[in-house]
């Protein structure tokens, strides 16, 4: 009797930890992709908003928007010639984005992939899965990026552009903007360019859904953790190397 009595106990222990770990845990439904645009232009001098970027253009010391995601469901109700196009990347083919004036031009400065027809090709792929219409998913997306490049992330990549940036810095730093925990909820990509590891991006988890004003802060702490990915890599300066 003694020994089920302590088997019962052993599995309760357990279930209460599975549970604690889940309300400190949350799931991720969506990721916040920003990109650092001078790493991504490295090698890509073709594409018009590399051309024509420059050390004083906003995007050389700033994150760039690249998408927002749902997981795990992309060309939601898209037809299949819109479908194979974008597949065949011939973005700038694909049906315009239509949004007001100021957000249009709020977009143009924080996504340059858009020279490129990259806003055209997130919708069609993402954003038609975001129970939004265009100008409440890219709304949505440049305030995200906006309040991302405000806050201390935003600084510690700005003060290293040309130096490197460590997983324990990136993390402390998304502490300090977005509450303990955040920096547990996002992962840096890097890529190797002549001997050098550059940051390309960070992606990061959401929980929830898109709807609603929540900020990052509370968006982040409803989503599950990840693994933290490259360790360290150099922010990238503008122009190639």
């Known amino acids: 009797m003694r020994i089920v009595w302590l088997a019962l106990c052993g599995i309760a222990f357990l279930c209460l930890s599975c549970l604690s770990s889940l309300a400190r845990d949350g799931r991720t439904t969506f990721i916040l992709a920003a990109s650092w645009q001078p790493a991504f232009c490295e090698g890509r001098n073709t594409l018009p908003e590399c051309r024509s970027q420059t050390a004083d253009r906003d995007d050389a010391s700033r994150f760039s928007l690249h998408g927002l995601w749902r997981m795990r469901q992309s060309y939601c109700g898209v037809a299949e010639a819109d479908k ?8 700038l083919a694909l049906p315009p984005v239509a949004l007001p004036e100021a957000l249009a031009g709020r977009l143009a400065g924080l996504m340059p992939g858009a020279q490129s027809g990259l806003d055209r090709h997130e919708w069609l792929k993402h954003g038609t899965c975001s129970n939004l219409d265009q100008s409440g998913y890219f ?7 906006e309040e991302l490049n405000a806050s201390a992330v935003g600084q510690l990549f700005r003060d290293r552009i040309g130096k490197l940036v460590r997983e324990a810095e990136v993390k402390a730093a998304f502490a300090q903007a977005f509450g303990a925990g955040a920096g547990e909820r996002v992962r840096m990509s890097c890529r190797e360019d002549g001997g050098r590891r550059l940051v390309v991006e960070l992606t990061i988890g959401l929980g929830g859904e898109l709807k609603g004003d929540a900020g990052l802060a509370e968006r982040i702490a409803a989503a599950g953790s990840t693994k933290f990915g490259c360790p360290e890599g150099e922010v990238d300066a503008a122009g190639f190397q």
Request: no cysteine; proline share 0%.
């Open 139 to 145: 709304g949505l997306s440049v305030s995200l990026m």
């Open 84 to 91: 194979a196009r974008d597949k065949q990347r011939g973005w």
